[in-house]
């Protein structure tokens, strides 16, 4: 079945260091691929997504590349910033049409900046 | 703003009593989902409707109900609530591949 691989962490940062959290997947054809963001007590953002090979999606200084070639996902941001402690998760849907967009999550991956 | 509400966003029950969480949106999706996450875990999926048709996951105990009067509510129904199912309880929704989730409901089992 589908699967999704991530950095564990924590990982721990100062303001504007660079960051990158790897993530691999498993999955038959060509799956959508999404980086969520939770921050404590809240539910789960979307941070951004790719639908096919080569995309990078982006938003808010993170960007993530959908690489067909190395199954690979990896989220990174150039500088960040104490409010971007949160846990990220990987996350997958699986290819084709259909109606099953079930998530599959990677475990998360805690992320502490310090000033 | 389109959104996904969850309420109440804190819930104490009893041990045994049953519990209620609601969920809406205006999103006018034809998908909900409700999942449940516990502490330093990722989101695990319980059941989704599509449209009305109701998907229960393999492992998800009887215990956990759900109803969707209409498309905009979805309701997770906890017959008995054990201290096993003090979590957060997360409801999403979708049209196509993008899950877009609500704030959640934090659940306390006493």
């Known amino acids: 079945g589908d699967s999704v691989t991530q950095m564990e962490g924590p990982v721990t940062l100062s303001e504007e260091a660079f960051l990158t959290i790897n993530c691999t997947y498993t999955a038959t054809g060509y799956p959508s691929l999404f980086w969520y963001v939770q921050y404590p007590g809240e539910g789960l953002q979307l941070l951004l997504k790719a639908t096919k090979a080569d995309d990078k999606g982006s938003n808010k200084g993170f960007e993530a590349t959908y690489r067909k070639e190395t199954t690979s996902f990896h989220l990174e941001k150039g500088s960040v910033q104490v409010s971007d402690s949160a846990v990220y998760f990987c996350?997958?849907?699986?290819?084709?049409?259909?109606?099953?967009?079930?998530?599959?999550f990677g475990k998360g991956t805690l992320l502490t900046v310090n000033p | 703003d389109a959104m996904v509400i969850q309420n109440p966003r804190y819930q104490v029950t009893q041990f045994g009593k049953p519990v209620t969480l609601s969920c809406s949106q205006t999103l006018n999706h034809n998908v909900m989902y409700w999942y449940q996450q516990k502490s330093s875990q990722a989101p695990k999926l319980l059941f989704h409707y599509y449209d009305k048709d109701f998907n229960n996951e393999a492992d998800t105990p009887d215990n956990f109900q759900s109803r969707r009067p209409n498309t905009s509510f979805c309701f997770l129904d906890i017959r008995s609530p054990g201290l096993g199912d003090a979590a957060m309880y997360l409801c999403?929704?979708?049209?196509?591949?993008?899950?877009?989730f609500g704030p959640g409901t934090r659940l306390t089992v006493l």
């Open positions: 999403a929704t979708s049209r196509g591949h993008t899950q877009y």
């Open positions: 996350a997958l849907t699986p290819g084709g049409g259909g109606s099953n967009y079930k998530l599959t």
